[in-house]
């Protein structure tokens, strides 16, 4: 079989590298990191029957040269970057897991709360220029904790505020009732939590109801003192509006993992001294990269022995 891997993260794992190549030998890996432009993408991989995406563009653009593709196997969670409509068309399957890395991105999430409400990003830089600041902000325990999007991650997000004794309000466009009254958790709608929330963390997947669901005027409804946190999409937050909120105080901090563009470009953002910015970096503890990464060998070896011929 023709498997190419496109995620640079797969790649270089050597683990997951010698455990592909097992039941897949002379697969393809893109061991130099590179980031394709759709042209190179779509010529890189037109032989392809199998291969493992991360974030790349898995579209009719890029696609439609891959006559022998059978399957897109996913690295990671996201589905955001697969045309499903496409695939579907072109019988193309999509192995997936949902869930598979919600420990490292939910821990990301607390340690981000952790690091806003203690202002440890904060007094770090300014111990590092000199400046002897003893502002040990305010503890989490007791907060209210707003969490949009109660799928995998947002149920293990909350699971790991338990001991904190936080008030937690939770949204999702999925009726969970039952699971929300059995775990003491609020349902609200957003609204109540931009308003009530000194935290609010999205954990949503990017589509059409989502895409800037984080904007000024949504900004301009939060209560003076929040801190707004994304470990999911870049897009689910409108980055102009963001900067904006954070450079008048708005709100009092926000803490990103994901971003509009990748890498971003805008400097002065990154650099605003209440913004803890990471290079989305949530999904990949080393753990995460090795469940990840087993996953998608999963999916393939599964498709294949199936549609064995």
Known sequence: MNIIVLSSAFSRNITLKNELLIHFPGSILNTEGRKYKVEELS??????????????????????KCSRLKIISKYGVGLDNIDFEYCKQRNIHVGWTPG???TSVAEMAIAFMIMLCRNLYTSSVQHKSGTWSRNGGM?????????????????EVARLLKPFKCKVLVNDIVDQGEYYKK??????????????????????????????LINK?????????????????????KQPDLKWALQNNI???????VYDEEPPQDKEFLNLPNLICTPHIGGN??????????????????????NKK
């Not at 493992?52 to 890029?62: D, F, R, S, V, W």
């Not at 503890?139 to 149920?155: A, D, H």
């Not at 609200?188 to 589509?207: C, G, M, N, R, V």
């Open 43 to 64: 010529q890189f991989i037109e032989d392809a029957e199998g291969i493992i995406a991360g974030l790349e563009p898995m579209n009719k653009e890029t696609l439609q």
């Open 100 to 102: 598979v890395n919600k």
């Open 139 to 155: 503890n989490l325990r007791g907060k209210t904790v707003g969490i949009i999007g109660m799928g995998n991650i947002g149920k």
């Open 183 to 212: 775990n003491k958790l609020r349902e609200a709608s957003k609204d109540e939590i931009y308003q009530e929330a000194d935290f609010i963390t999205i954990h949503t997947p990017l589509t059409d109801l989502t895409k800037y």
């Open 217 to 237: 005027g949504v900004l301009l409804k939060m209560k003076r003192s929040p801190y707004l946190i994304n470990t999911a999409r870049g897009a689910i937050v």
């Open 251 to 257: 709100i009092t901090g926000a803490a990103l993992d």
């Open 285 to 306: 503890s080393e753990e995460s990269v090795l469940a990840m990464g087993r996953s998608a060998i999963k999916h393939l070896i599964e498709y294949f022995n199936h």
